[in-house]
């Protein structure tokens, strides 16, 4: 379930990832599906007869229904595992992993007329799917929901908002918080992050210098005060917002990451590396990549990581597991005061099933209550339902380390990412290029400058 942060480049971005096959495309996978093929399908295999796009087809599912539930491997946890078994012990739906299906993967299904019925899915993979017309979006549904969808926090569901329509159903809820080896700040006599947010102290400008007075040592001993290798885009949006920045302008027809604000906060998280040494450069980080999950927490756990930042679904293979003395805190604040990155994981319904009641049936389950328990027993999540939010300290198991106070906070300073149809071609250009940035190869404002261009024509396709 752990967010994986790195992207990798892997040939010019403008073009489309390479298909499942060598036979088949992406770029034909996706005219396949946006033509003939898709037209077929809807056909064959889309609503009833005499429903609109405002009214689900059919008044529920009846009868024995097997259905297709695609993801990647990494998605469908112990957690998720766990859910689909109650869901399966209810009635006669039930729920087939279908363990290794991706993008390509599915895609190729769907033009071959042959779709898995649901997808587990990242809010900033499923827009292949869109852009291809094989998604359903799911407001019809929602709106005839009385019971569930309503006590849903509103930003876990604007994850999947795009095109004013809604298109995925969240199992998962996770903010980026503050996480620090208590001991290595005791060990030299400093306040902890959670003692300046008491004392309305904790802004990135701290952030910085306990990192830096947290720093010690050398080679494989070194300490590092705040581990940030992230070069995703969006997972760096828990920086660039406190400081100010937007991604897009409000058209969404050109970057907005030329900004003053934009620039300051790309330099500022490349500088913990390259000018401050605070956090692991490539080679220092060759020690921590045989870990478990070697982007988040790998340093922090091994005693080596003064200060991190995490999403709570990637808590579980380090910093849970850590046997010193940990705190945490919200995430700091910047000029424009807090705002807080996070996801929420989910399902998606695939417009070539042939089981779309059925298959809403499972969305929803997952996003219930019951799915909520599970998910905070397995502690990769936050409460999505605001009836449980509002009971945070008795609703979710909590080990004594951990603060519903800051946890509460990142949920109420939460802001949905504006993820856009080419957002993973956009992804993976940033990504390469930040690389070179945190090395002190190019700074910001270079790195920017020749990204742009790239970006808005991206934007615009």
């Known amino acids: 379930m752990a967010e994986r942060a790195a992207v990798k480049a892997t040939g010019p971005v403008m073009s489309s990832r390479k298909a499942i096959t060598p036979r088949l495309t992406r770029h034909q996978v996706l005219l396949a599906l946006v033509g003939t093929a898709a037209a077929g399908l809807a056909a064959a295999c889309g609503p009833a007869a005499g429903s609109t796009s405002e009214t689900p087809a059919g008044a529920g599912a009846t009868g024995p229904v097997t259905l297709r539930y695609a993801a990647d491997k990494s998605r469908l946890d112990a957690g998720v595992q766990q859910v689909i078994g109650l869901f399966n012990g209810r009635g006669q739906i039930k729920v087939e992993p279908d363990i290794g299906a991706g993008v390509d993967k599915i895609l190729t299904q769907a033009a071959a007329g042959d779709p898995p019925d649901v997808t587990h899915t990242h809010p900033r993979d499923y827009h292949a799917w869109v852009n291809a017309g094989a998604l359903i979006p799911l407001d019809a549904y929602m709106k005839k929901d009385k019971q569930n969808v309503p006590d849903i926090v509103p930003t876990a569901l604007d994850y999947w908002l795009r095109d004013g329509q809604r298109w995925g159903m969240p199992n998962n809820l996770s903010v980026q918080n503050v996480f620090f080896n208590k001991e290595l700040f005791d060990r030299r006599g400093l306040k902890a992050p959670d003692q300046y947010e008491k004392e309305g102290k904790w802004t990135f400008e701290t952030y ?17 005060g705040a581990v940030w290798r992230q070069d995703a885009l969006d997972i760096q949006l828990g920086m660039l917002w406190p400081f100010g920045a937007e991604l897009w302008d409000k058209k969404v027809e050109r970057t907005m990451l030329d900004s003053k604000e934009a620039l300051e906060a790309i330099q500022f998280q490349a500088d913990l590396t390259a000018k401050y040494g605070v956090s692991p450069n490539d080679d220092e980080w060759k020690q921590f990549a045989a870990a478990p999950s070697s982007t988040w927490g790998a340093a922090f756990s091994a005693g080596k990581g003064a200060i ?97 106070a800051a946890y509460g906070e990142g949920v109420k300073k939460l802001r949905a990412t504006p993820y856009v149809k080419r957002f993973s071609d956009i992804n993976r250009l940033y990504s390469a290029a930040y690389v070179a940035t945190r090395a002190g190869q190019k700074s910001a404002v270079q790195m920017v400058t020749e990204l742009k261009p790239q970006i808005d024509a991206l934007l615009k396709d």
């Open 208 to 224: 910085l210098d306990l990192a830096r007075q947290l720093t010690t040592g050398s080679g494989e001993s070194k300490v590092f």
């Open 308 to 404: 991190e930042i995490q999403p709570n679904d990637s808590l579980v293979p380090h910093v849970l597991a850590a046997t010193f003395q940990k705190g945490m805190a919200p995430m700091p604040t910047g000029r424009a005061g807090r705002i807080v990155r996070g996801l929420a994981v989910g399902a998606n319904i695939l417009k070539g099933s042939k089981n779309q009641d059925a298959a809403w049936e499972w969305a929803n389950f997952q996003a219930g209550k019951e799915s909520e328990k599970v998910m905070l027993e397995s502690h990769v999540s936050l409460p999505w339902h605001k009836s449980t939010l509002d009971r945070l300290e008795q609703t979710m198991p909590m080990l004594p380390w951990e603060s519903a």
